[in-house]
């Protein structure tokens, strides 16, 4: 997210939404470093008053404000011995998730989980998938050919499957969950390192599974990372977007994040939509799957290569005009000018700053302006969203869906529809220095009808995950999408 500083910081880019915040490194600390109970009483206040001050969701609804802080008392009151991070993330991060806002967390520790990988730390050795409240093995880093892909996994050292789907779920923020689940399957480490996490497992697995019906009881070991790492085969995940003819009337553009550098995404844009006109296709499938955000100039940017008139992917948009909020602005601000009023400048910066703090401000947003005919798209457009497709990619696909610029093809966005909270303000808690992610906006997606918070861009066309598909990686959705192409063209 770019403020713009020939705006002032008058806020034409608050709308931008991040789709993950980075970690603050800890000071040093080990994973096995403990705070003590003092310690941690100082943290749990310091993350409800930030909490309460920043997100507007808080602002907005004094029962919700009333539950949090019944809820994070209720877990600091447990709090007798010293903990360390992990244990305060596990214990505090489901509280934060109870708010199902997407965009305020803690940060997991990632670098703990180094930290135990580093000193030999072992991992539960499978990929995972995740189907109706199951839990699948992809793939088996072991040595032991007892276990493989397609087996059912019901429980884990005496712990059912669907415990610890509930138990991992809450440790993740957002209103559909699915999204959190999205995280931790596949090629992704995070279930594993979950496990140890949340119940201490870094030895030996007790595994409960089935396979064609037939159950199987089995001591498995961990392995190291390495193991894991070096049974993988490389994936090219340089480009964060791309173009391509997969027939020769449809054109395919992926678009797997909108938080790279501005200027080149509209290179590539205008590059792009150049060639779509040279290849002369009827369909064009956009893909945002797995996309967890960024930029919504970005997004913006591409949703005027399908517009005819002006348009907001936004209805409305509120700031908490916060002091941390002021704070997080005006450090987008160089810092040899900061001294100055540049705020004052500017009609949304002088509402924001004269606003007490903690009010809510609503912005009046430009529409944005549709490209030139002779540079838009308009032949039949798809896009293909998933429970990954998360903040900004969420964001596009409400608007893409709304605008009516095409048919949406796949399964529900994690990001939220409807209302949601974004724009992430970033805070350390004082002691075990873990990081605090705080939504410090209010989005407005839908009519203005629509004032409630929904889990997640519903798609035109559903497309159930299937098992199978799943272990060999077979693409459901776009295969779904290239069916319904040809059904219209034989339509025709």
Same mark, same amino acid.
């Given at each position: 997210?770019? +403020?713009?500083?020939?705006?002032?910081?008058?806020?034409?880019?608050?709308?931008?939404?991040?789709?993950?915040?980075?970690?603050?490194?800890?000071?040093?600390?080990?994973?096995?470093?403990?705070?003590?109970?003092?310690?941690?009483?100082?943290?749990?206040?310091?993350?409800?008053?930030?909490?309460?001050?920043?997100?507007?969701?808080?602002?907005?609804?004094?029962?919700?404000?009333?539950?949090?802080?019944?809820?994070?008392?209720?877990?600091?009151?447990?709090?007798?011995?010293?903990?360390?991070?992990?244990?305060?993330?596990?214990?505090?991060?489901?509280?934060?998730?109870?708010?199902?806002?997407?965009?305020?967390?803690?940060?997991?520790? +990632?670098?703990?989980?180094?930290?135990?990988?580093?000193?030999?730390?072992?991992?539960?050795? +499978?990929?995972?998938?995740?189907?109706?409240?199951?839990?699948?093995?992809?793939?088996?880093?072991?040595?032991?050919?007892?276990?493989?892909?397609?087996?059912?996994?019901?429980?884990?050292?005496? =712990?059912?499957?669907?415990?610890?789907?509930?138990?991992?779920?809450?440790?993740?923020?957002?209103?559909?969950?699915?999204?959190?689940?999205?995280?931790?399957?596949?090629?992704?480490?995070?279930?594993?390192?979950?496990?140890?996490?949340?119940?201490?497992?870094?030895?030996?697995?007790?595994?409960?599974?089935?396979?064609?019906?037939?159950?199987?009881?089995?001591?498995?070991?961990?392995?190291?990372?390495?193991?894991?790492?070096?049974?993988?085969?490389?994936? &090219?995940?340089?480009?964060?977007?791309?173009?391509?003819?997969?027939?020769?009337?449809?054109?395919?553009?992926?678009?797997?994040?909108?938080?790279?550098?501005?200027?080149?995404?509209?290179?590539?844009?205008?590059?792009?939509?150049?060639?779509?006109?040279?290849?002369?296709?009827?369909?064009?499938?956009?893909?945002?799957?797995?996309?967890?955000?960024?930029?919504?100039?970005?997004?913006?940017?591409?949703?005027?290569?399908?517009?005819?008139?002006?348009? &907001?992917?936004?209805?409305? =948009?509120?700031?908490?005009?916060?002091?941390? +909020?002021?704070?997080?602005?005006?450090?987008?601000?160089?810092?040899?000018?900061?001294?100055?009023?540049?705020?004052?400048?500017?009609?949304?910066?002088?509402?924001?700053?004269?606003?007490?703090?903690?009010?809510?401000?609503?912005?009046?947003?430009?529409?944005?302006?549709?490209?030139?005919?002779?540079?838009?798209?308009?032949?039949?457009?798809?896009?293909?969203?998933?429970?990954?497709?998360?903040?900004?990619?969420?964001?596009?696909?409400?608007?893409?869906?709304?605008?009516?610029?095409?048919?949406?093809?796949?399964?529900?966005?994690?990001?939220?529809?409807?209302?949601?909270?974004?724009?992430?303000?970033?805070?350390?808690?004082?002691?075990?220095?873990?990081?605090?992610?705080?939504?410090?906006?209010?989005?407005?997606?839908?009519?203005?009808?629509?004032?409630?918070?929904?889990?997640?861009?519903?798609?035109?066309?559903? =497309? &159930?995950?299937?098992?199978?598909?799943?272990?060999?990686?077979?693409?459901?959705?776009?295969?779904?999408?290239?069916?319904?192409?040809?059904?219209?063209?034989?339509?025709?």
């Amino acid at each position: 997210m770019n +403020f713009k500083i020939l705006l002032l910081i008058s806020f034409i880019s608050i709308a931008s939404l991040t789709g993950c915040a980075s970690s603050k490194s800890a000071q040093n600390f080990s994973y096995s470093t403990q705070f003590t109970p003092e310690q941690t009483e100082q943290d749990v206040d310091f993350l409800f008053n930030a909490t309460r001050n920043i997100n507007p969701l808080l602002f907005e609804n004094p029962l919700i404000v009333t539950s949090f802080k019944q809820r994070l008392d209720s877990v600091r009151n447990e709090i007798l011995v010293p903990l360390t991070r992990t244990e305060f993330y596990v214990r505090f991060a489901p509280v934060l998730s109870s708010l199902q806002d997407g965009h305020t967390y803690l940060s997991i520790p +990632f670098d703990d989980i180094s930290n135990y990988l580093n000193n030999g730390g072992l991992l539960l050795p +499978f990929d995972v998938i995740f189907l109706d409240e199951q839990i699948f093995i992809k793939k088996n880093y072991s040595d032991d050919l007892t276990f493989s892909a397609g087996m059912e996994i019901h429980s884990i050292n005496g =712990v059912s499957a669907n415990q610890i789907l509930l138990d991992l779920s809450q440790l993740q923020s957002g209103k559909n969950p699915n999204w959190g689940l999205r995280r931790m399957e596949g090629r992704s480490d995070l279930f594993k390192a979950f496990l140890w996490m949340k119940y201490g497992w870094n030895d030996t697995f007790d595994l409960q599974v089935t396979h064609h019906d037939e159950s199987i009881h089995q001591i498995l070991s961990g392995v190291k990372i390495e193991t894991i790492r070096s049974q993988r085969e490389s994936t &090219n995940t340089s480009n964060l977007f791309n173009y391509r003819l997969i027939e020769h009337d449809i054109g395919y553009l992926q678009v797997s994040y909108f938080g790279g550098k501005t200027k080149s995404f509209r290179q590539f844009l205008k590059s792009t939509f150049d060639q779509i006109q040279k290849d002369q296709i009827d369909h064009l499938i956009i893909d945002v799957r797995d996309n967890v955000g960024g930029n919504s100039d970005q997004a913006d940017e591409l949703l005027s290569y399908f517009a005819s008139e002006p348009f &907001n992917s936004k209805k409305k =948009v509120s700031v908490r005009a916060s002091e941390q +909020f002021k704070e997080h602005a005006k450090q987008r601000i160089p810092k040899t000018l900061r001294w100055l009023p540049l705020q004052y400048l500017d009609a949304k910066g002088r509402a924001i700053w004269r606003a007490d703090d903690g009010a809510m401000v609503v912005i009046d947003e430009e529409p944005v302006q549709p490209k030139p005919k002779s540079k838009r798209f308009t032949g039949n457009t798809y896009l293909l969203i998933n429970e990954g497709s998360f903040s900004t990619a969420a964001v596009f696909a409400s608007a893409f869906k709304r605008l009516g610029y095409g048919e949406l093809i796949g399964r529900t966005t994690g990001g939220e529809d409807g209302i949601f909270y974004a724009e992430s303000i970033n805070v350390t808690l004082p002691n075990n220095d873990l990081n605090l992610v705080i939504s410090s906006m209010k989005f407005q997606l839908d009519d203005e009808s629509a004032r409630m918070s929904k889990p997640g861009v519903v798609p035109n066309i559903y =497309v &159930n995950k299937i098992l199978e598909d799943e272990i060999d990686s077979v693409d459901t959705i776009l295969d779904e999408a290239k069916k319904l192409i040809t059904n219209s063209e034989i339509g025709n």
